[in-house]
């Protein structure tokens, strides 16, 4: 049975997600936005993620009881065939560096690896043409999207780099919930659209479930509620 997409193809149709899209980390956040591109019809996605399923990723990412001990992109890349009959494609590996084309998610679970990424694979290389970023702790979710060679973007997003121990919106990147990391996982692929579509995309969103607020930015430009 072929996949019909008609229900959604005045808001984005499939010849404009025609695009490169490479995801590093398939975690609480890449795990939900995965299966949220695929399920809109983004045929070129790449998964990047060295682990493998533990207990503690059952609750709040899509991997179940038979997943342990499978190599997360393994299992993801089953689970997204099975509901939307494409299978992505993967590497249990982390992102290698260099330059990937088109747009590149960043969804990884340290801000240490986030500033790897953004120096080996990302900043002022012209084939990356977003970079989004999202990062999760408790009920706050938060996403960054920026041109990575547009100055003032580079600017921006660097100044939201900072180290581990160091306090940000996001008050722990150990600590989540199933519902939230569904919900940011539903924004990245909402950004993805944006930009398929050539709506505005770059900015910030900022999310809190536990207080239902949503804030908008967009770069050097202040807060909307």
């Known amino acids: 049975m072929t996949t019909d ?9 499939q010849d404009q997600l025609d695009v ?7 975690g609480g956040i890449g795990s939900p936005a995965a299966l949220a591109l695929a399920k ?8 990047f993620d060295p682990d493998l399923v533990e207990p503690h990723n059952v609750p709040n990412q899509l991997y179940g009881p038979a997943d342990l001990g499978r190599p997360k992109v393994e299992a993801l890349a089953e689970l997204i065939e099975r509901l939307t009959g494409h299978r992505p494609e993967s590497a249990a590996a982390v992102l290698p560096p260099g330059a990937h084309q088109g747009v590149l998610i960043v969804a990884v679970d340290s801000m240490a690896a986030r500033s790897g990424i953004w120096q080996a694979s990302a900043r002022y290389q012209p084939a990356v ?13 938060r996403l960054l999207a920026i041109s990575p060679t547009d100055p003032d973007d580079v600017a921006f997003y660097e100044s939201t780099l900072h180290d ?3 306090a940000d919106p996001e008050p722990c990147f150990d600590q989540s919930v199933g519902y939230a990391t569904l919900v940011l996982g539903g924004l990245v692929a909402a950004a993805v659209k944006r930009f398929a579509t050539g709506e505005p995309t770059r900015g910030e969103t900022v999310i809190d479930l536990a207080t239902l607020t949503l804030l908008t930015r967009t770069i050097g430009g202040t807060f909307d509620g």
């Open 164 to 166: 581990d121990a160091d």
């Open 20 to 26: 490169p899209i490479t995801l590093a980390g398939a």
């Open 129 to 141: 043409q977003l970079l989004i970023d999202a990062r999760m702790g408790g009920e706050v979710g």
């Open 40 to 47: 809109l019809g983004c045929r070129r996605l790449t998964v």
């Open 5 to 13: 997409y008609w229900r959604q193809d005045e808001l984005v149709r």
